[in-house]
Each structure stands twice: as C-alpha cells, then as structure tokens.
C-alpha cells in the first residue's frame, strides 16, 4: 500500500469506531396500589392476634404474620363521620367542620375544596372506588363521586339510620343503597351488605390488574355496626354470636381481597392497611365488640374508644411479623401514602406526617409527631397523647360501668354524667389508664399542656372557648 493513502486508511477507520453507549437509566419502580378496609365499631381487642376469643380472623392475623402490626394506632375522633373525614382527608375532623356522625337529616357534608385520598391517587392516574359505608354527607354535593371516586356502591350513612332500627328516630326515613349517585333500593337486606360489598371490591381488584392499571380501593364495610346481620353462610357459626358471626364474615371478606390480589398478580405490589373506624359501642352488650385491656369504648377519647386495631402489608416492602408500639394517627395515612405513590400534597394545611419510615425503614428510630389530640363532640379538646404519657382535659363523658349491659340489638342506658378531671397516664405501663399520675409527674402535666394550648389557638377547644384561626367550614346544602 502506497503511504499516501495511509491517513485515508486512519480516518476511514476512525469514522466507523464505536461510540461510547450511554447508560440507560433504570425504570423507575411501579407505583403501589393502595388498598384501604375499613370495619365499623370493631374493638381493639376484636381480632385473633389481639385476645379475641369465641371466634377466628385468620385471615386478618395472617396479614399480621405477613406484614406490621401497630398497637398504639389511633382514629381522630371515636365516632363515625369525623372518623372517616380525618383518614380521607389527613386533617383533624374539625380542621375541615365535621363533627359527630352526620345523619340522614344533615346539610353537612365534605366540603368541595377538600382533598381526599382518592382524588390524591387520581392525581397519579389511579382507578378509584369504595364500596360500603360513605358517611361524610348524603346529598349529591358530598357523594364520593364528587369527591374523586370513579365507582360507589354502599350507603351514605350508617346502616341504623333508618326506623326499622329501634334507636332511629322515624323522621329519617328508608335507609338507601346508591350506586354512583343513583339509588337502587332501600332498606336493603342487610345481611348481604358484607358479601356484596366483598363482591364488588373484588372485581374492581381483577378488573384494574387485568388492564394494568393501578388502583385506590376504599373497602368500607357497615359491620360490625348494629344492627348486626350475617350471610347465611356464617350466620350462627360462632360461640360468640351475631357478633362473632360478623367478624367472622368480615374477616373471610379480607381474605378474599387478599385472594383476589394474589390471583391477579399484584399482590406484591399492593400496600394494604385493614383498620377500624373507632371502638366498640358497649351500650350493646352481646352485641358489642371488645376494647379489651382498654378503657372505654366508642363516643369517648379514652383509650377503649380511639385506640383501633391496625395491619399493614406490602410484600417485599415491610417487614413481616413486625410490630411498632409508637403512636401513629389515620391522618398519617394521607401524606404516607402521597409520599409512596409520588403525590403532591394539597396546598392547604393538613395535620398527619408521614410514617412511610415506619413503614419501610428502622421503625423505632422516628417519631412523626410531638403528640396527638383527641377532639369530640362539637370541637371539645378532651386529651392529648405524647410518647407514653396521655394527658385528659376536665371534661364529661358517658360509661357503662355499673349499668345495665344491653342485649340482642337493644342499649343499654349509659351513664352520661361521668366526669374526669385533669388527669395524667403513664400507657406504657397502664393502657387501662386506671392509674392517675399528674401529681408525680407536674412537668410532664405542664409541657402536655402547653402543647394543647398551642392546638387550641390553631384548631379551636368549645371546652374553653377558644375559637382556632385555622379551621375550615365543611359543606353545607340549604335544604
């Protein structure tokens, strides 16, 4: 070869060389579904893996095997509707003006510039539904599908508004069941309410991973709140009775929405939290769950009435058999789930923190909150939980000890005019908070309640009449 053609050679072979490949950059994970079952009135001592006896959940307490269990978790307030507007919402109930539990006669409702977890997963591109017990308004304006859900099938309030419930008062009228917004019948037979409910979460689950999309499912069921009704299939099945029975289907139904996610191959990726709305209604005796070594029960801010049971599972994300003893609130579920799912938060204050730490990482290395408060009635700051002390605020409240137990669907009376004073709890070492212990312990008393004072200015406490500067109204329909 002549040397002049060499750099010709040289350039030609330059121009063919490789270039250096990029790196691709690793797919980011798939967003997780977020399933949410919701049990109405069930005790913190109502499960198996919690000392529930004269019936079984083995499906609830192998979620508890498989995933993390909590035993200090906490609703915002112990009755159903303010219950239910802080889990949606991530916000005390009386931040956004929901009190009590709204009745078939209310102009109350959710208000339309609230967030709600759904509309937060719909942000992402999310399927969205719930199915069972809505409870944060009955007209149009407030139905879930106004407030970011695609699908609803259940009722707008609780299954004893009705007058075919002994304590109901007969100017509520027939008790609805709505499908979207449309009603489909009235006094339904309750004792389908758990299967069908079921039913329906399930094949939303089989529906959406068929089509590889992701979900938010609110599987809200009525049970076991009063009046207490069964499928025949389980109905007289348990030692314990109607109530038992109850659980029983209750807990068969999260079995086959665990099912439904496995089968359709998602369960990996599926975050799943089974929890309670508030504690049991002791008025009812028999058919009454069990707040077990707790005080109290529904309708008060001891431990018996906003101390729930709680299980969390995601495969391959929490550890399984894991256990977390610090307090965390349903309003920590609003901006965990955000964090996990990529969500941005809404624009207006909101109180939870988010425990995805808890969740994922070295759970007793992170503490979300300085403390928790306990509002009820029309905005009574009654206590305050930091750590292990738990401070109670003077104020009434209702008790059935010493009364007359209630019994197959009839009350009790309790007795309303019970009265604490400002008193200190040790829960560490006295969950019954049976033991007083403000006088051993005045510096705890003063910073607790240095921290309530603080929350009144902020959120308002009719016990002292502070009036807060940072609430907002709910929804409101003239007639």
């Keep these: 070869m002549s040397a002049r053609f060499v750099p010709l050679v040289v350039l030609a072979v330059a121009c063919v060389a490789p270039r250096p490949t990029r790196t691709r950059e690793p797919a980011p994970p798939p967003l997780p579904n977020v399933v949410i079952v919701l049990v109405d009135d069930m005790g913190w001592g109502d499960v198996g893996y919690q000392g529930a006896t004269g019936y079984a959940t083995p499906n609830i307490d ?15 307030q112990p009755v159903c509707s303010a219950s239910r507007a802080a889990l949606l919402t991530g916000c005390y109930a009386n931040r956004i003006g929901i009190h009590g539990a709204l009745g078939p006669g209310s102009e109350l409702g959710i208000a339309a510039g609230e ?7 719909k942000s992402r591109g999310y399927a969205t539904a719930i199915f069972g017990k809505w409870h944060l308004g009955h007209r149009p304006e407030f139905l879930p599908t ?20 002994p304590e109901s008062p007969k100017a509520w009228g027939d008790l609805p069941t709505l499908e979207g917004e449309k009603v489909v019948g009235y006094n339904t037979d309750q004792r389908r309410f758990t299967g069908d409910f079921t039913r329906r979460a399930v094949s939303f689950i089989e529906r959406n ?13 009525a049970m076991p709140h009063v009046p207490l009704h069964a499928s025949e299939r389980f109905a007289g099945q348990t030692e314990r009775g109607p109530y038992g029975d109850v659980i029983e289907e209750l807990d068969a139904s999260v079995g086959a929405v665990v099912r439904a996610l496995e089968e359709s191959g998602v369960a990996d990726n599926t975050l799943l939290v089974v929890t309670s709305d508030n504690g049991p209604w002791l008025s009812y005796g028999n058919h009454a769950g069990s707040a077990g070594p707790l005080r109290e029960g529904k309708g008060t801010t001891f431990e018996g009435g906003v101390r729930v049971p709680c299980v969390v599972s995601w495969p391959g994300h929490i550890e399984p058999d894991s256990v977390t003893t610090q307090p965390v609130m349903t309003i920590d579920l609003f901006p965990t789930i955000a964090e996990l799912i990529g969500a941005k938060l809404p624009p207006h204050p909101i109180d939870g923190k988010s425990i995805a730490p808890l969740l994922l990482g070295e759970p007793h290395r992170f503490e979300p909150h300085e403390a928790y408060y306990f509002w009820y009635h029309r905005g009574d700051l009654q206590a305050v939980r930091s750590g292990r002390w738990k401070l109670h605020f003077p104020h009434y409240y209702r008790s059935m000890e010493g009364r007359k137990q209630g019994r197959d669907g009839i009350p009790g009376s309790y007795d309303y005019g019970r009265e604490t004073g400002l008193e200190l709890y040790d829960l560490a070492i006295d969950a019954a908070e049976s033991n007083d212990v403000s006088a051993q312990f005045p ?5 607790l309640a240095a921290l309530a004072f603080a929350k009144r200015a902020e959120l308002g406490d009719t016990l002292t009449k502070v009036p807060g500067v940072s609430v907002r109204a709910a929804g409101w329909v003239d007639g």
């Design 146 to 165: 106004r407030h970011g859900f695609d699908e609803f099938y259940g009722i707008p309030y609780s299954n004893d508004m009705w007058p075919g419930h």
């Design 443 to 447: 510096d705890v008393v003063a910073r």
């Design 62 to 76: 192998r979620l508890a095997k498989q995933g993390r269990r909590f035993t200090d978790f906490y609703v915002a």
């Design 115 to 121: 967030v709600t977890l759904a509309e937060l997963c």
């Design 209 to 221: 991973a068929a089509e590889g999309r992701t979900f938010f499912l609110y599987l809200a069921h």
